[in-house]
């Protein structure tokens, strides 16, 4: 059985856009051409793949199976254009990580930087994604290795602990809050909240526990880091919610205090997943090695 990548973009659009036309015009091409093609690969195939009605298209489920093996190979195709460039212009490796806001912020860094200067032939493209997008995204191939937190679903990765943390929150030092040590984090939603950026995967996880106690999270600012989330909360704005590690490193300079939360969930494993360490390039190995090693000594 044949597949043109030319059909493949094209069903892809089709189905991103439920719509036979917008399909046909994301692929710059005629709707009368796109539909000889839909039609050639329904014959090829053996089978419908959407179903057209007044609204537009919907995917049947061999056009859902089939959309969903054809991103997989257009992601491939983009991830080999590009490392296809950079070993022209001298770079050996191309790795992708798609982790969590605490492995990108506390845990990472000192792991990249030894790594890094071993490896100077190897770029890294580094990506801030909630756990479950990861894992989506380890299955898909989008990207080599996973960094995830909390309790999610790896079926079918390969998996390895990595690190502990547990979510706390941080209060002004004059805070109704701040002569306890543990707080239920659901106590913390009567109060304003200083918060992070709507893309960090904190931010998301934030607000899903909140919707879980049907509640929602009285958020009066948002910052790019931990670092100003601290600041904001000394300012008296409101509390914040971050690891417990980087609110000990700011509470030494500023004049916070840090409650933990006593909820099951904000004791957060970390995890490494991939699809398996065996088919990683011999570089992305040298990484998961040091991170267990990393692992090993913390």
Not at 48 to 61: A, D, E, I, N, W
Not at 217 to 222: A, D, M, P, T, Y
């Amino acid at each position: 059985m044949h597949f043109d990548l030319v059909d493949l973009r094209l069903f892809v659009n089709i189905a991103d856009s439920n719509s036979m036309t917008r399909g046909a015009e994301r692929s710059h091409l005629s709707l009368p051409a796109a539909s000889v093609r839909i039609k050639n690969l329904e014959e090829g195939i053996g089978a419908r793949l959407l179903y057209r009605g007044s609204q537009g298209v919907t995917l049947t489920p061999p056009g859902q199976a089939l959309a969903h093996h054809a991103r997989q190979v257009l992601h491939q195709l983009e991830h080999l254009r590009g490392d296809l460039q950079e070993y022209a212009q001298g770079v050996k490796g191309h790795l992708r990580i798609f982790a969590s806001t605490t492995a990108i912020t506390e845990f990472l860094p000192d792991v990249l930087r030894t790594y890094l200067a071993r490896r100077p032939d190897v770029n890294i493209d580094l990506r801030e994604r909630v756990s479950d997008e990861i894992v989506r995204a380890v299955v898909d191939g989008q990207t080599d290795l996973g960094i995830v937190a909390g309790t999610v679903r790896t079926e079918g990765l390969e998996v390895m602990p990595y690190r502990t943390d547990r979510l706390v929150v941080a209060v002004p030092a004059a805070h109704p809050l701040a002569t306890l040590e543990h707080v239920p984090f659901e106590d913390t939603l009567a109060f304003d909240h200083v918060g992070l950026q709507e893309a960090s995967a904190i931010h998301a996880f934030m607000h899903a526990q909140a919707e879980r106690l049907n509640r929602r999270v009285k958020l009066r600012i948002q910052v790019g880091n931990f670092e100003a989330l601290c600041r904001m909360v000394e300012a008296g704005v409101g509390v914040g919610m971050l690891p417990a590690s980087a609110a000990g490193r700011h509470r030494r300079t500023m004049d916070i205090r840090v409650v933990t939360l006593g909820d099951e969930w904000a004791l957060r494993r970390l995890t490494v997943c991939m699809r398996s360490y065996d088919s990683l390039p011999v570089f992305a190995r040298e990484l998961v090695d040091l991170l267990a090693e990393d692992a090993a000594a913390s």
